[in-house]
Every structure is written in structure tokens, then in C-alpha cells.
């Protein structure tokens, strides 16, 4: 190592005295009125000669870990899923959508032949699955090209803007995660079914299209589809199915997906073993009679960022949720079609927030997420792993900011009312108590006049409870 170090110095010396004169006179001319920066940028010129620049390496676990980070629950899996498909439906033109979630055994004829063909090529694949999830949709479909175009690169930027639900490279996640996976489709006349896999080397991952052929009226049909149309499977590492009541709450109420349950032009249907397919419809919550909206508000946010902020009252205090990627209560904060996550600020737990649900509308997370992306220091907004926004971001900490001022009077008017309430129950008592106080003494008067009687202490004790 010390050799090889000592050598490329030397060769880096070497090249650079070699090119001075070269490259210094263009940078001279340039920085005469600065006599300061001509030494810099001379040196810098020198110093990044693309001869000597080494090129970082990567080992395949890297990747591994990386994609581990975004696509192991189910609650990555299914928005992941659920947005490409509700995306590719709007890329299709179409006024109206169908995706299909389904939760199944594999087709063993697939399996048999995914387990042949990944141990000839000596994939580090998943070999053996028992479960897995499909999610059919009749958007505008893929096709060879269209799969090497968009998911044979990572980091390739997504063609529709506002259509996205998330933001990254969600598939290859899930996927990778998973072990590998596979995307069949429909689109231009022509069918395509392509299988992504870890790779042998240190590639982040692999791919090979098996069938890239013409496509006929028994692709589409396969499919389940008119025209066009996509089906993306995902291997599980499930060894059993928990019962279908789980599944169904989860995707039922995962906060991701609230956009696309809550538009009418999409259907999604949900199968698991053993039953008919469901609708899906958005969990609903049943308003408070007479104080259903609390606040309707554009605020400022930061120079040139402004939120819309809803707030609503339920009926019922609404329950708690172990999870915050299911969570009914809260603000759901969205950009364009994505839902990123529910927040109360600083008054989660907070007893005054126990009713209050609603959204946080703010476009600029979007734009920021972009511009995040292709800067030097891309901080970005939306967590990589897709969970919810960047704590750290300061638009996301004025943004709280923002949800928390629009909060505070909410919140405390909320604990106001619900003191008030206890205050009435504490006169309530009082005057409960003094009745049995009336009514002890009237015992005890008795108990004098009629000494021995039994039903002086049955008395006394009702009055006391
Ligand atoms: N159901 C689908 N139908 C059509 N194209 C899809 C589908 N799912 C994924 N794709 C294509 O693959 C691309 C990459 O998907 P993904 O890795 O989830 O990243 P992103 O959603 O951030 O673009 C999408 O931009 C889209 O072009
Ligand atoms: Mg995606």
C-alpha cells in the first residue's frame, strides 16, 4: 500500500510539472485582475488532472445495506407500490385507475425457474420464498425500453413531476431488500417481463429481461388489463401470513397512501388467501358535531414557502396508533400527490390534541427535495428511506414551527374547555357530597331517636358512596 501511494505521488508530480505551463496560461489570462486567485487557480487546475483522480470503489454490501434501509416492512413496500402504480395510471392519460395488491403464494412454475436460473448465474438471490406480493396495475405500462430507461440506472429522475408519490429510487429498494423481484408489463405494442436481482459482483444490482416480445391480447389478459399495464411481484420474506384482518388495517390506513384512497378516479383492491378481493376505501373519522373545522389557514412558512393548514375536530378522542405510518390522528403533510407523514408538532401526547386531525398542505417540499438533489450538499427533505421528512432540514423546522403556532391556541382552547369540564364534574361531586352529608346526619339523628336499628348503617354507607 505504502508503495503504491509513493508511486502514484510521484507520477502525480511528474504529470502535474508536465502540464503547468499548458493549462496555466488559459487560467492566467482569466485571472489578471485578480492577481490573488492566479496561484489557486493554478494550483487547483494541477492538482485535478483527471489522469490522477482515483475512483472510489464500492463493495455490494454497501448497496445491500442501503437498499435494506428502504424496503424491509411492509409499510415501505406497500406505498412504494401503490404510488409507482397510481403514477403510472396519471402517466397513462387515463381519467380513472385499477390497481390490484395482492398478497399470494408464488406460481411454482416461476419459482422453479427463477431458483434454476439465479443459481447458474450465481446471483446472491432470495432462492425460496413462500409469499409474495404482486401489485397489478392498468396505467401506462412498461416495456423493455422503458424498464432500461428507468430502472436500470439509479438516480434516474422520474418523467411527471407533480404525479409522484415518493421520492427516490423506491423499486430497486424494495427489491433489493427483498432479494430480488421481478416487473411484467404491457406498453406500445410490446410485452415485456425483466427480473432484478442482487449481482455477483459489486454492482448494486442486476437485471435481464426473459420476455421481450411483441405483445398480443393473452399479455394483456395475463395481466388482467385492457390495453396497457403493469404487474410488479416482491418475494416476502414472510414464513407466515399474519392473519388478513392485519394486512387489511395496515393498507387500509397507511398515511402514504391516503392521496390515491382518497381519489375517486382509483380503485384499489386488496386480495389475500383464501378471500374475495376488497375495496379499499380511506378509514374515516366521524367529525365533532358542532366543532368539525377548527382551522383553515394559509401561513407563511419561510421567504417564498407558504402551507396550507387544516385542522379538524373528531367526535371521539381518536385512537392511538402504535405506529406512525398507520396513525389516523394528526396532520398529514403533503406535497403534490405524495402524504409524508402525520405530525402534531410539539403536542404529540399532548391531551388537547387527542381529537384533532387534518393536513398540512406545503408545495415547496417538493420543489426543495429537487433542487436538495441536485446540489453539492444535498440535504434533502423527504428522509432516503422514505419514512417521513428530514428533522434536520430548517425548511422542515420552520415548517413545524409553523404547525406548531398554528397549534398552540388550538390546543390550549381544547384544554381549556376539557378543565372547564372537570371543574363542572368537581361542583357536580360537591353538591353530591353535600346530599350525602344531608342524609348522613338525618341517619345519625335517627340512629339517636331508634338505638340498634340495622338500617342506620345501610343508610349511612349509600350516603357516603
Ligand atoms: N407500476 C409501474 N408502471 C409503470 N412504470 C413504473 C411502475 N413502477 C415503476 N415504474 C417506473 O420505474 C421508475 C422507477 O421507480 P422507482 O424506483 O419507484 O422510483 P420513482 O418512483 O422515485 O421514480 C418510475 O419512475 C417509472 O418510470
Ligand atoms: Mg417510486
Known amino acids: 500500500m505504502a508503495g503504491g501511494a509513493a508511486r502514484s505521488t510521484s507520477s502525480f508530480l511528474l504529470k502535474r510539472s508536465g502540464r503547468v505551463g499548458r493549462v496555466f496560461e488559459s487560467q492566467a489570462v482569466r485571472s489578471e485582475r485578480a492577481p490573488g486567485h492566479r496561484v489557486r487557480s493554478l494550483a487547483l487546475t494541477a492538482l485535478l488532472d483527471p489522469s490522477v483522480i482515483h475512483r472510489g470503489r464500492v463493495h455490494a454490501r454497501h448497496f445491500r445495506e442501503n437498499f435494506a434501509q428502504g424496503g424491509i416492512d411492509l409499510v415501505q413496500i406497500v406505498p412504494e407500490l401503490v404510488t409507482n402504480a397510481d403514477a403510472a395510471i396519471a402517466a397513462a392519460g387515463r381519467r380513472a385507475g385499477r390497481i390490484l395488491l395482492a398478497f399470494e403464494a408464488p406460481d411454482p412454475h416461476f419459482l422453479a425457474r427463477w431458483h434454476e436460473e439465479l443459481r447458474r448465474v450465481r446471483a446472491p438471490a432470495i432462492a425460496d420464498w413462500r409469499y409474495e406480493l404482486r401489485c397489478t396495475d392498468d396505467g401506462v405500462g412498461v416495456n423493455a425500453s422503458t424498464v432500461d430507461a428507468r430502472l436500470g440506472a439509479l438516480g434516474v429522475a422520474p418523467d411527471h413531476a407533480d404525479q409522484r408519490g415518493l421520492f427516490g ?52 389478459r395475463a395481466l388482467g388489463v385492457d390495453e396497457s399495464g403493469t404487474r410488479v411481484t416482491v418475494p416476502l420474506a414472510l414464513r407466515t401470513l399474519p392473519i388478513n384482518a392485519r394486512p387489511r388495517r395496515l393498507v387500509a390506513q397507511l398515511i402514504q397512501i391516503r392521496p390515491v384512497l382518497a381519489d375517486p378516479q382509483r380503485e384499489l383492491w386488496l386480495e389475500l388467501p383464501g378471500d374475495a378481493p376488497t375495496l379499499i376505501t380511506e378509514p374515516s373519522i366521524e367529525p365533532d358535531a358542532e366543532r368539525a373545522l377548527l382551522l383553515d389557514e394559509e401561513v407563511a412558512v419561510q421567504p417564498g414557502v407558504t402551507a396550507r393548514i387544516v385542522v379538524r375536530r373528531a367526535a371521539d378522542p381518536i385512537p392511538l396508533s402504535p405506529s406512525r405510518a398507520t396513525r389516523l390522528g394528526g396532520l398529514l403533510i403533503l406535497s403534490g400527490r405524495a402524504a409524508h407523514e402525520t405530525t402534531l408538532g410539539s403536542y404529540e401526547g399532548a391531551p388537547g390534541a387527542r381529537h384533532l386531525y387534518g393536513e398540512v398542505r406545503c408545495e415547496a417540499i417538493e420543489v426543495l427535495q429537487r433542487r436538495a438533489l441536485n446540489s453539492p450538499r444535498p440535504q434533502v427533505v423527504v428522509r432516503v428511506d422514505r419514512s417521513g421528512l428530514n428533522e434536520h432540514h430548517p425548511m422542515v423546522q420552520r415548517l413545524r414551527a409553523a404547525v406548531d403556532r398554528a397549534l398552540a391556541p388550538i390546543v390550549a382552547d381544547e384544554e381549556r374547555r376539557a378543565s372547564a369540564h372537570v371543574v363542572r364534574t368537581g361542583r357536580a361531586l360537591r353538591v353530591r357530597d353535600e346530599v350525602g352529608v344531608r342524609a348522613l346526619n338525618d341517619a345519625l339523628r335517627s340512629a339517636f331517636d331508634a338505638p340498634g336499628s340495622a338500617r342506620v348503617q345501610y343508610q349511612e354507607t349509600r350516603a357516603r358512596g
Not at 429498494?173 to 415485456?192: F, K
Open 169 to 220: 429510487r423506491g423499486l430497486r429498494d424494495i427489491w433489493l431488500a427483498q432479494g430480488g423481484g421481478r416487473i411484467e408489463g404491457v406498453r406500445d405494442g410490446r410485452a415485456v417481463e425483466s427480473w432484478f436481482f442482487p449481482a455477483a459482483g459489486d454492482a448494486p444490482y442486476a437485471f435481464a429481461h426473459v420476455v421481450d416480445e411483441p405483445a398480443s391480447a393473452a399479455h394483456a
